[in-house]
């Protein structure tokens, strides 16, 4: 990222889509901001993931990009419109959807979308219809007679249905089944590839990996850590199973750097590295082994760790 | 330009959602208003006789119920409709719809909707003032109407003119206290239950200081803070109009919806 965390400065860039700078947000009778100098920037056409347990900020940042709520200090630009003093501006080209989707409960579905159409006229007029048969969304029932998921389905459509050059949206997935959640991923990559920008926040490390460039994590207000899905596995630790003819060179295997180790019986190891793997390769050239298995990366753990580890910095 | 479209759109979506609302207080002002006007029939033959009993009543009495003569034409659409009971009918509807305009939204998120786009806060903010209006003046057509029909049926002698002013003044003044909730609930964060309490305590105690300020000396120069001061609906059915209640009531609905834009635009999104 071309911003330093801690200073928290961004130049303001004509190909971001989103720029925050040192956006800061404090609530009267609150010691601690529930914002606090948050800069990040997000690439047009990036997917951008916004991680952070309940209460970290997640809902903040997103309100106070939407101008629902002020900042107390800082700016942030969309599309290089500010986000206060040009709102109006700003929303001509922003989709979002709530975390906890709201919708007009006696409303239907078709009355909803039309409503939302008339506050904001779309581009093209057979992608609603698109949209509507994609997620199989009822338009005859009231929408306070539908599941969460349909609901959440409607907050969807009505949030990409004018197709805007900038996303944000909040916990997108909650309350979709799997077969709507692949639905949605594909229409984040299309609304990627139309060159639009995503801004979503999640606390699911899953949901996250599967449609985001790039993650960043918030914490109690303060943005710890940015990371491309890239840069996460390549400081991931590996971790292989390892079967020897003879016993296991335990005293060689201790010595190597960043690894750990597990026996389970006099053959049989598994060892968890990070880094560099040369270093093992060389004692495995020495010994005769007959099965190696590598076990799958977890980025969550390794983000969940750098999270840690990053909080506990700041 | 496309400001004005969205806050047409959301003043249509308002009113139709209100639809059944303004149909339930229609039929309840028809009744309420005709059967007043209509009972009228039955005591315009003894109208001097009651005069002279109520006449004896002391002024206090009369000071509460807005004036001494009760019987003649005027006296009686005055003490019996438009001095009392329409005020408190059209303030506690003014008051009550004003404050959930944007209260429901709010309390509801569907406000979010709304200002996820392209339209701006004062945009909403005059979408809903213009709504309430609307059904509100609706209301009041409504009820100058049936008070006119009403009272060409029981021979009430009248210039429909002035009826219809007296409606438009009563409507106007009930409707500076929906001002006022609505102004506190836009401006700042307080509940929906507090702004309708303000304003009704500016309402109904400025009714009770005016009231009282013929009887208790000091009161005078207090009651002429309050709205019910210029209030004179017995002298606007006889043509005569207060500029003190005119500009009194600018002075609210403009001072209202200046604070209320300035406070809205201003302020979290709960």
């Known amino acids: 990222m071309p911003q330093d965390l801690r200073s928290g400065i961004i130049k303001s860039d004509m190909t971001a889509s989103i720029v925050t700078n040192r956006l800061t947000k404090r609530y009267a009778h609150t010691s601690k901001p529930a914002l606090d100098n948050v800069s990040l920037k997000v690439e047009a056409g990036e997917v951008y993931g916004f991680l952070g347990a309940n209460g970290a900020g997640k809902s903040t940042t997103i309100r106070t990009l939407l101008n629902f709520i002020q900042p107390t200090s800082g700016s942030a630009q969309i599309l290089g419109e500010d986000i206060v003093r040009d709102s109006v501006a700003v929303k001509r080209h922003v989709g979002y959807l709530s975390g906890e989707v709201a919708l007009y409960e006696k409303m239907t579905g078709k009355q909803f979308l039309a409503y939302m159409a008339e506050l904001q006229p779309l581009k093209d007029k057979s992608y609603l219809p698109e949209l509507m048969k994609r997620f199989g969304a009822d338009p005859h029932k009231p929408l306070g007679e539908l599941s969460k998921g349909n609901r959440q389905k409607f907050g969807l459509i009505q949030a990409v249905m004018h197709q805007p050059e900038v996303l944000i949206l909040d916990e997108p997935t909650s309350g979709l089944d799997p077969l709507m959640q692949e639905e949605f991923f594909r229409l984040i990559r299309e609304s990627k590839e139309r060159g639009a920008s995503v801004f979503v926040s999640s606390h699911n490390f899953a949901e996250v990996q599967r449609m985001c460039d790039r993650i960043g994590f918030i914490r109690d207000g303060k943005l710890v850590s940015e990371q491309t899905l890239a840069d996460l596995a390549s400081k991931a630790s590996h971790t292989f199973t390892l079967t020897f003819a003879d016993s296991v060179p335990l005293h060689e295997l201790n010595r190597l750097p960043h690894a750990s180790l597990t026996t389970h019986d006099e053959h049989h190891v598994t060892l968890s590295m990070e880094g560099e793997l040369t270093p093992l390769f060389r004692v495995l050239s020495n010994h005769h082994v007959t099965r190696l298995e590598q076990q799958e990366v977890n980025l969550e753990q390794q983000f969940m760790r750098f999270y840690r580890e990053a909080g506990d910095e700041k | ?270």
């Open chain 2, 1 to 270: 330009m496309r400001n004005n479209a969205a806050v047409w759109a959301i003043v249509r979506n308002e009113l139709r959602r209100r639809k059944l609302y303004l149909l339930w207080w229609s039929v309840g002002i028809i009744a309420l208003v005709g059967l007043t006007v209509l009972a009228y029939g039955s005591v315009r033959d003894q109208a001097a006789e009651l005069n002279k009993a109520f006449g004896s009543l002391s002024s206090s009495i009369s000071s509460f119920v807005g004036t001494g003569d009760m019987f003649s034409p005027a006296g009686y659409l005055n003490s019996q409709l438009y001095f009392i009971t329409l005020p408190i009918l059209f303030i506690l509807l003014s008051v009550t719809l004003s404050s959930s305009l944007l209260n429901k939204e709010e309390s509801r998120h569907t406000l979010e909707l709304l200002l996820a786009r392209p339209v701006s806060r004062s945009g909403v903010l005059a979408a809903k003032a213009i709504s309430g209006s609307i059904i509100v003046a609706i209301l009041g057509a409504v009820t100058a109407i049936t008070v006119a029909l009403c009272a060409l049926a029981v021979h009430i002698d009248i210039p429909i003119g002035y009826i219809l002013l007296t409606s438009l003044a009563m409507l106007l003044f009930s409707g500076a206290f929906g001002a006022l909730a609505f102004m506190l609930f836009a401006a700042s964060q307080v509940t929906r239950r507090l702004a309708v309490v303000v304003a009704i305590l500016v309402s109904f105690g400025g009714y009770i200081l005016t009231s009282l300020a013929g009887m208790v000396h000091g009161l005078a120069w207090v009651a002429k803070l309050f709205p019910y001061h210029y209030y004179d609906p017995g002298a606007i059915l006889t043509g005569k109009l207060s500029a003190g209640l005119v500009l009194y009531i600018a002075a609210i609905y403009i001072g209202a919806m200046v604070v209320a834009t300035i406070g809205f635009r201003r302020r979290d999104i709960q």
